[in-house]
């Protein structure tokens, strides 16, 4: 079991930045691909950029240049840095730790509650 607890959020000017934290509880964090993903009103919940145990990385493409994930695992927590931020990144944003057992197929999907990201335009 997993317990995720997003902070950072808030409300900032366009062209400014953010630092999302989510710190997770729980065992083997270090072996769980982590991710940020944002839903905005009336909008689906999207993928804003995952790294995985092995550091390796990947955005969406209306973020990369201006987000940067990062993952410290001695304390089980990933970060969010977030700049040049734009009104249209206004969203909730979750965190999200997901592993698949290889032995036994099994996978291991857990979700913060989310935190508010407001950018005035």
């Known amino acids: 079991q997993v317990q995720l607890v997003e902070s950072g959020g808030g409300l900032v000017d366009t062209g400014g930045s953010l630092r999302l934290s989510c710190a997770a509880s729980g065992s083997l964090f270090s072996i769980y691909t982590m991710g940020w993903y944002r839903q905005a009103p009336g909008k689906e919940r999207e993928l804003v950029a995952g790294i995985t145990s092995g550091r390796n990385t990947n955005y969406a493409d209306s973020v990369k240049g201006r987000f940067t994930i990062s993952r410290d695992n001695s304390k089980k927590t990933v970060y969010l840095q977030m700049n040049s931020l734009k009104p249209e990144d206004t969203a909730v944003y979750y965190c999200?730790?997901?592993?698949?057992?290889?032995?036994?197929?099994?996978?291991?999907?857990?979700w913060g509650q989310g935190t508010q990201v407001t950018v005035s335009s």
């Open positions: 999200n730790a997901n592993r698949r057992n290889a032995l036994t197929g099994l996978v291991y999907d857990y």
